[in-house]
């Protein structure tokens, strides 16, 4: 089962994006859709239907929920052997060259 981790971060306009939770008068509102409108500003539509334009340069307080990626496991039973280096090669040249009429 995946945590979350919810973080609150300083951004500016520009950095935007959805799934954001920005508080106007004290509401919360979760940001469904970011456009960019005249002068580089951010039209932000909310998913209760409020609408906001932001500046680009005005710094604001976002939530935002991130959910961790999982690191893969170090591969399991898969040695080298030494002086077998290229052993898997072998197979794939005589493949290329049979397929190209040269000699390896």
Known sequence: MSQEIVQTVNITGDSVR????????????????????NGRRKLLRFEDGNTYVLPRAMTIEVTRVYIPRRTAAPAQGRMTVPGKAGAQAQPARRMLSAALGARY
């Open 18 to 37: 959805r799934g954001d939770v920005i508080s106007v008068g004290g509401i919360p509102h979760v940001v469904a859709d970011v456009r960019e409108v």
